[in-house]
């Protein structure tokens, strides 16, 4: 193989065995064996199992990211440079779930990497998660134009309760068909979106009405 054929053999390698075992049960020499490679590929390409951990997370990361930040910067365009706070939103998770979620995402290695990857609270990809966040301060700026009254406090716990309902149905999706008996359809990813962003943007609705000033939760001030 030539090096650029053994890097990628041994990326897809993983990231089909992660998918299908979850990342503690696979090793080093699970990789090399399905890759068809030996040991001494992966030390030099990755140098260990966590930074080709790392690296693919990073790749499908970036995908997402991308897709996120285009669809932020169509609806501001569309607005003269501030969209509907749906719509950034919608391009905030949006991405995310379609990602993951369907009948067609669900059986790609990519897609089941970074549920596993939603899933299991790995050193590597916690790391990346914890330091890379230029992108949602881009999210964050957004929301600020669509909101202006609303205090920075709440934009932040916003954004952050938009993405957890997001990795939440990620990560519970069956236990959610199962309890609804079906009655939810996980196949229908436009609308579960629909779903997050509605309850989102009623959250962030509540406070934006409120004196700005005041960066109590809505449900507390009430009391």
């Known amino acids: 193989m030539s090096t650029d054929s053994t890097r990628t053999a041994i990326l897809n390698a993983a990231e089909r065995l992660y998918a299908e075992r979850g990342f503690g049960d696979v090793t080093l020499r699970d990789i090399v064996a399905e ?3 030996n040991l ?3 030390n030099y390409h990755f140098g260990s199992k966590d930074e080709l951990i790392a690296e693919l997370f990073v790749s499908r990361s970036l995908a997402t990211n991308r897709e996120r930040l285009n669809e932020l ?3 501001e365009s ?3 440079g501030r ?3 749906d719509a950034v939103l919608r391009a905030l998770v ?4 379609r990602g993951c979620l369907g009948p067609d995402k669900q059986r790609s290695d990519a897609a089941r990497f970074m549920i596993r990857a939603s899933i299991e609270a790995v050193a590597p990809i916690r790391k990346i998660k914890n330091r890379e966040i230029d992108h949602l ?3 964050a700026a957004a929301m600020r134009r669509s909101l202006p009254g609303l205090p920075d406090v709440e934009i932040y716990w916003g954004l952050h309760f938009a993405l957890a309902m997001a990795h939440q149905t990620i990560r519970d999706s069956e236990r959610l068909e199962r309890l609804s ?3 939810c359809d996980l196949d229908d990813v436009d609308g579960m979106i629909e779903r997050i962003v509605a309850v989102s943007v009623l959250a962030l609705g509540g406070n934006a009405a409120t004196d700005a000033g005041d960066t109590k939760p809505a449900a507390r001030r009430g009391r």
Do not use: E, S, Y
């Open 78 to 80: 569309a607005g003269g």
């Open 73 to 75: 910067k169509a609806a």
């Open 94 to 97: 949006g991405p995310t779930l």
């Open 40 to 42: 001494a590929a992966v």
């Open 83 to 85: 969209a509907p706070i």
């Open 35 to 37: 890759a068809g490679v």
């Open 137 to 139: 301060r881009r999210f």
């Open 181 to 183: 008996d079906g009655k």
